[in-house]
């Protein structure tokens, strides 16, 4: 079945950097767009991030220019490099695939002095 499981979230203080991991398993990792999401508490979860199958990345405004997606195709494997955060990055950040809907579980990111 297919399994997204993120890694690399912590406390980290405002302007540093983390970079989530998101293995995935159970399906054809390449063929298929990847997204990063983040819910923050009290809040809706947003979208984060994009990179498609066909190499085409967006960011949403909050992140441009700070936070840069990846993927490695050949170890199954979603990045998100964050840099200079900010306190209102604190949230959990998961991985999606929107073909069928599925979720990784989260990795918690709190950025904090």
């Known amino acids: 079945q297919v399994q997204l499981v993120e890694s690399g979230g912590g406390l980290v203080q405002p302007g540093g950097s983390l970079r989530l991991s998101c293995v995935a398993s159970?399906?054809?990792?390449?063929?298929?767009?990847m997204h990063w999401y983040r819910q923050a508490p009290g809040k809706e979860r947003e979208w984060v991030a994009v990179?498609?199958?066909?190499?085409?990345?967006n960011y949403a405004s909050a992140v441009r220019d700070r936070f840069t997606v990846s993927r490695d195709n050949a170890n199954n494997t979603l990045y998100l490099e964050m840099r200079f955060l900010k306190p209102e990055d604190t949230a959990t950040y998961y991985c999606?695939?929107?073909?069928?809907?599925?979720w990784g579980q989260g990795t918690q990111v709190t950025v904090s002095s």
């Open positions: 999606y695939r929107r073909t069928g809907g599925h």
């Open positions: 159970g399906f054809d990792f390449p063929k298929y767009d």
């Open positions: 990179y498609t199958t066909g190499g085409f990345i």
